[in-house]
């Protein structure tokens, strides 16, 4: 299964849009507080749009909860990774799989980190930029994942095909 997670979240918006793409990749979402936020703000329902009871999702008080009650191989998405995202084999459909993504302003504690340096990894970019959204980066990410394990069971087709917007012959 792939698992995100979201160490401290700070901005509504994106988090209802990662919401939103757990959703669409059959991926669970797991929050950890504090949160900048609270769950049932408009701005959430906004982002997801009518998904959000479709959601799996748990909250979590602490990081030392979330580990307790997790296990499995944990990706660190950070500023101080070394290795491209693309560069982790994830094509095991069976490994419970975590991407952690850290709070908007700090990211994730060194303290963290350190445990586990070899699965710290940062997406590729010019020294313009210090970091991509993080709505973007989860997307980035759960979909080179879902790209090793050949989309698992993700449909490829629209499934509303008698919708009048298609294209006809």
Not at 104 to 109: D, F, K, Q, R
Request: aromatic share 12%; hydrophobic share 30%; net charge negative.
């Amino acid at each position: 299964m792939i698992n995100i997670v979201l160490y401290e979240p700070e901005i509504p918006g994106n988090t209802g849009n990662i919401m939103r793409t757990c959703v669409a990749t059959d991926s669970k979402l797991h929050l950890i507080e504090p949160l900048g936020f609270r769950l049932d703000e408009n701005s959430i329902r906004r982002s997801g749009v009518n998904y959000i009871d479709k959601l799996d999702y748990q909250v979590y008080k602490n990081w030392n909860d979330f580990k307790e009650k997790n296990h499995g191989t944990f990706y660190y998405f950070t500023r101080y990774g070394h290795k491209p995202h693309t560069s982790f084999d994830y094509s095991d459909t069976e490994e419970d799989i975590y991407l952690i993504f850290g709070k908007e302003s700090t990211g994730i504690p060194k303290e963290i980190l350190r445990d586990d340096l070899e699965h710290c990894m940062r997406i590729p970019m010019t020294k313009n930029v210090r970091a991509l959204n993080l709505a973007n980066c989860v997307a980035i990410v759960v979909y080179e994942v879902l790209r090793q394990q050949d989309y698992r069971d993700l449909l490829r087709e629209e499934p509303h095909k008698d919708k009048d917007y298609l294209i006809k012959d």
